[in-house]
């Protein structure tokens, strides 16, 4: 069974930090999906990264594929209130357990 | 539609009861899946149809959880006789075929049993 480890588990910042959260796994994956999710709704897919070693950007978020396609990585510059939520990663139908991101203004 | 639309968006059972809970897919996507998420945690997968292929049922926790799909589109997800475990947020997701390029979710179905 291929497991995804999220941490942290809970993280609150204050408005304008930069935080990174993380996602492993002792499988070699051939893609990775980060969805946030706001409470009352169901998680929106923010990237897809299929490459390793890969990068991608999305606003003030960057996303980044381990080299052994094992890991990744999900990086916001200047947090805002807007960023709150639960944070997941996931690959087909296997998602980890979340990162859960409170920015407070 | 747009969209996985998800109904009802709210359901409140008494325990014993048995319940429906619907999903309508994006047109086109031939995968769905269930999931279920308890008050401040994970996704827990549920059952997964595939086209026309015998879906995979590895995640429903109890025979009293069942789930259809009626030609390759509208799934129902049933639970019968509720307990208060059964307590929690149902989430459906769809997809285009054999896409690791990730899903599409509803808002969810908010199931209380109490």
């Known amino acids: 069974t291929q497991l995804l480890e999220q941490s942290p588990q809970f993280l609150s910042i204050q408005e304008g930090e930069n935080l990174t959260v993380y996602c492993n796994s002792s499988s070699v994956f051939s893609s990775l999906q980060w969805y946030r999710q706001e409470p009352g709704e169901g998680p929106v897919l923010l990237v897809t990264?299929?490459?390793?070693?890969e990068v991608k950007k999305l606003k003030r978020l960057t996303f980044q594929f381990g080299d052994a396609r094992k890991d990744s990585s999900l990086h916001i510059t200047a947090a805002q209130p807007g960023d709150t939520g639960l944070y997941l990663c996931g690959y087909k139908y296997i998602f980890g357990t979340g990162t859960r991101l409170k920015v407070l203004a | 539609g747009a969209g996985v639309s998800q109904s009802p968006s709210n359901k409140v059972t008494e325990k014993g009861k048995d319940v429906e809970l619907r999903c309508d897919p994006i047109s086109g996507h031939t995968a769905l899946y269930w999931y279920r998420q308890s008050l401040g945690q994970g996704l827990e997968f549920l059952i997964y149809?595939?086209?026309?292929?015998?879906?995979?049922k590895s995640g429903l926790p109890s025979d009293r959880f069942s789930a259809e799909r009626t030609g390759g589109s509208v799934s129902t997800l049933t639970i019968q006789r509720t307990q208060q475990e059964d307590s929690a947020v149902y989430l459906c997701a769809s997809s285009w075929t054999g896409t690791n390029y990730g899903y599409t979710f509803g808002s969810g179905t908010r199931l209380t049993v109490v």
């Open positions: 990264v299929v490459t390793g070693g």
């Open positions: 149809f595939q086209g026309n292929s015998a879906p995979d």
